[in-house]
């Protein structure tokens, strides 16, 4: 246990002493339940969603924000850290998405639907957010703070991305559908793929500085 303990502390020292060397624009967030800051309940029936139901937000918030947390996430503290407001999820229409915005959501996987249903997982994904439509998502967002091509480039340029963490609901469909460790971990070249794939198109669309975790420990 001392190791993922050292890792936990190294990493939150590493964010901090950064974030004291360097500023951004924005914070623009990709990923799962790790770092959904709200989507799911904007997309849904919070009454239905248990992250929108006490003790969720307790120790933080005072409230449930639809947070897989009793408080923040670790998206939330990196925004702090570099004296950003806490990013808005991205289908909150008339959010200020100057500063950030979180395109990430409870139950994303990191591959597409139609990959998930080719292989026989379709049924196991309950959410419509992979990667690359969370991707389209920042896309449609992009005229709300920029408005050309360079203007974009510029914004970007001096905005952080975070992707991730992603891929681990791509296995757990798997394990839930029976597959067993060894049939679930041929799965992994598909899951990186996509994954390289989207932070590609990040790139071509201007990200300079792209954080890209593994799951956390």
Sequence with gaps: ?????????FLFWYYFEFAYSQSYNAIFSFGDSMS??????????????????????????????????NGRLVIDFLAEAFSLPLLPPSKASGSDFGKGANMAIIGATA??????????LGSKI????????????????????????????????????????????DYNAALFAGWGPDKTSTYTPQVVQYIYNG???LIGLGAVDIVVPGFYP
């Design 1 to 9: 246990m001392k190791i993922p303990i050292i890792l936990v502390l």
């Design 36 to 69: 959904d800051t709200g989507n799911l309940c904007v997309n849904g029936n919070p009454s239905s969603i248990t992250m929108a139901q006490p003790p969720y937000g307790e120790t933080f918030f005072g409230k449930p924000t639809c947070r897989s947390s």
């Design 126 to 169: 309950w959410n419509n957010g992979p990667f690359d439509t969370q991707i389209q998502w920042f896309q449609q967002l992009m005229p709300t703070f920029c408005t050309s091509s360079q203007d974009c480039q510029d914004y970007l340029s001096k905005s952080l991305f975070v992707v991730g963490e992603l891929g681990g609901n």
């Design 199 to 201: 932070v590609e198109k």
């Design 111 to 120: 591959s597409d639907s139609s990959f998930l249903q080719s292989i026989g």
